[in-house]
């Protein structure tokens, strides 16, 4: 980096020179060497056209001096006010006549002063290859200032001394030295010019002249020294860092091994470094103390092995083993326990449960372990067991089902007895969201939805319920497979948020049919014949058709039920409602009457305890589940007697096999 400032700088003082003395022939140009050089020339307002003048006087007797062409020094200028223009290049111009042609013709600018934004354009836009940037050429940016910046300028010249730019910063009259010191390159008094006038720009350069072009081989020359040059007059000598020897060349350098020497003490393995060594030792053995021997180790007692259970130490190495009940694998580190069930090295009548190396007899539910351990004997699980019944308990091999008096049927729950079953149904309530509900009508909304659910008997297998919101939008709230309890759906629907917007019902009942009652979200198969029932609450007139996709829903075997409240309209109540459609569409004028609905509204109850207008039909004929209920439990009855004989026959058998062996 010095040698780089020295350069560049030698660059500004012949400038300085060669506006201050006779102008230099050829044979003075200063021949520093290849340079990327960039002028970032102040064109602010406040920078006046004779001052302009004298600083494109400047550049031009700086450029005099300088050796000119693409293998040697490459120039380019910016100019910058409030915004850039790219002058010229490194790479446009290989002859002086050109750039000083190409200076003559600036115009100012006359704006702004965004200096941090130049050095950043220079940065990443002016040292680049593309733009004639030539990669081990120093990059060298002269700013000619004569204000304050109106941006930040240390943080981006910071990035750009990192990038290996070197900056010198010339201020006149009314530059800020603070921030001239803040964009030239360290060290400032070698990097940070400040004048009273553009008149005296060019007298800068001068107090660096005798040092900066000297004869200093070592800084001026390509001396090709690796390491280290030292200077001497009129020549220069390299040298080596310590622990490095020079090679015959004179110029570059070789590391000294001293392990590939063999001048080293260390008992096992030596580290080389340039001009030293460190000593270490071979896996299973540390090093002592004295940094040069080593001593085994034992691996098991230090935890430097891999082994699942146990490990056995030797000099250096190690061998796994495993504990009782336990067998070794074949990577030799894990173990397997070693599981007799599996290997039918067991005597239990019924459930082996294995343990590594040993084994426990259990029993089967409705079956208790006798004292051997071993066998097991049929329980009185109607005498034993909480069974629940609530009319009589019928036991079976090592199980139990209750059954109820005639004329009443079992309900779904298996234990409580009823005149008729509850209707197994999939429900999806279509719920309007739309503007026109307003908020405080919507939390009603939802405690009508929740009453109608409280009605039902909610369950994976029993019924299912689905929620769907409507507005200018379909949004599915949950669908029939999400919950299996009235408490999750009732909490589910009370999170519910208010849609607003318009009201599609339309294409809420489109949405209804091709998604809701599909068997990705929970629909059974039509072949179990669960009746499938859709219920439409709205409050105003559909803002799209409705015929199709309501007569669709209805030929799809949907029973539809429509619920409408103030502006709902009549007419497409009737057109979504199923036949007979007095019985499947309600309205009332207020939001407060819609509890009214739920109370009336019992979708999977026997037909007997239906009430008011809204009412399903309900598949459990009372009668006909009672024949078959009876008809069922005599068939189990006997089918329970035949099993009982065949288990008394396999367990003759079994002795009879046993006795044999």
Not at 161 to 179: F, H, L, P, T
Not at 194 to 219: N, R
Not at 643 to 651: D, F, P
Request: net charge negative.
């Amino acid at each position: 980096m010095k040698m780089r400032q020295l350069r560049a700088l030698c660059l500004l003082t012949l400038a300085a020179l060669a506006s201050a003395r006779p102008k230099a022939g050829p044979e003075q140009k200063c021949k520093s060497g290849p340079v990327d050089l960039v002028f970032l020339i102040d064109s602010s307002r406040s920078v006046r056209p004779h001052e302009f003048e004298t600083m494109r006087k400047f550049m031009i007797d700086i450029l005099s001096t300088l050796d000119i062409g693409l293998n040697a020094t490459r120039v380019g200028v910016v100019q910058y006010s409030s915004q850039l223009r790219n002058e010229f290049s490194l790479k446009t111009h290989a002859k002086l006549d050109a750039m000083v042609k190409n200076i003559n013709e600036i115009i100012p600018l006359a704006q702004g002063t965004m200096t941090g934004l130049a050095i950043k354009y220079i940065m990443n836009s002016a040292f680049i290859a593309e733009e004639g940037d030539r990669p081990q050429v120093p990059n060298v940016a002269v700013i000619v200032t004569d204000g304050r910046p109106q941006d930040r300028v240390a943080e981006v010249a910071v990035e750009a001394r990192e990038k290996g730019i070197e900056i010198y910063a010339v201020g006149v009259a009314r530059a800020d030295m603070a921030s001239l010191r803040a964009m030239a390159s360290p060290p400032y008094e070698d990097h940070v010019f400040l004048v009273e006038s553009f008149d005296l720009i060019h007298q800068f350069g001068l107090q660096f002249q005798d040092k900066l072009c000297g004869m200093d081989l070592c800084l001026e020359s390509d001396h090709g020294c690796e390491h280290i040059c030292e200077s001497s007059p009129g020549s220069f000598h390299c040298l080596c860092l310590p622990g490095y020897t020079l090679n015959q060349d004179g110029k570059t350098c070789a590391a000294i091994d001293l392990c590939a020497q063999g001048k080293h003490d260390c008992e096992q393995i030596c580290v080389s470094s340039p001009g030293s060594f460190t000593c270490d030792c071979n896996k299973g053995y540390q090093l002592n103390d004295n940094k040069k021997t080593c001593s085994t180790i034992d691996l098991c007692a230090e935890g430097k092995h891999d082994c699942e259970q146990i490990c056995i130490s030797a000099p250096g190495v190690f061998t796994c083993d495993c504990n009782e009940g336990y067998t070794l694998n074949g990577d030799k580190k894990t173990c397997t326990p070693i599981d007799l069930c599996a290997e039918g090295k067991h005597d239990c009548e019924q459930i082996c449960i294995s343990a590594p190396g040993v084994f426990t007899c259990d029993c089967y539910k409705g079956f208790k372990l006798n004292k051997d351990k071993k066998t097991c004997t049929n329980m009185d699980m109607c005498n034993t067991v909480e069974h629940g019944c609530e009319h009589q308990c019928v036991n079976t091999a090592g199980s139990y089902y209750c059954i109820c008096p005639e004329g009443q049927l079992l309900q779904e729950d298996g234990k409580s007895c009823g005149t008729c079953k509850s209707a197994n149904i999939d429900l999806v309530l279509l719920i309007d969201g739309s503007k026109s509900v307003r908020p405080q009508n919507f939390e009603l909304v939802k405690k009508f939805v929740n009453q109608v659910v409280d009605s039902l008997d909610v369950s994976a297998h029993g019924t299912r319920v689905g929620l769907v919101q409507y507005s200018s939008r379909v949004r599915t709230e949950f669908p029939l497979n999400m919950y299996h309890t009235a408490d999750e759906i009732k909490a589910a629907v009370m999170k519910v948020d208010y849609m607003e917007k318009g009201t599609m019902t339309g294409l809420a009942l489109k949405h209804m049919l091709e998604n809701s009652f599909s068997e990705a979200e929970g629909a059974r198969p039509s072949s179990r014949n669960i009746p499938r029932i859709g219920l439409v609450f709205t409050d105003g007139r559909s803002q799209d058709d409705i015929t199709e996709y309501a007569k669709k829903a209805k030929e799809a075997g949907i029973t539809m039920y429509a619920v409408g409240v103030g502006k709902a309209v009549e007419d497409e109540l009737r057109e979504i409602a199923s036949e007979p459609q007095e019985k499947h569409f309600y309205y009332t004028t207020d939001f407060t009457a819609i509890n009214t609905i739920a109370e009336n509204l019992k979708l999977n109850v026997c037909p007997e305890e239906s009430q008011g207008e809204i009412e399903v039909k309900d598949p459990c004929a009372c009668e006909s589940l009672v024949e078959f209920q009876q008809a069922t439990m005599s068939s189990l009855e006997q089918l329970t007697q035949k099993l009982s004989g065949m288990t008394a026959r396999l367990e003759q058998l079994e002795n009879q096999l046993l006795s044999r062996k």
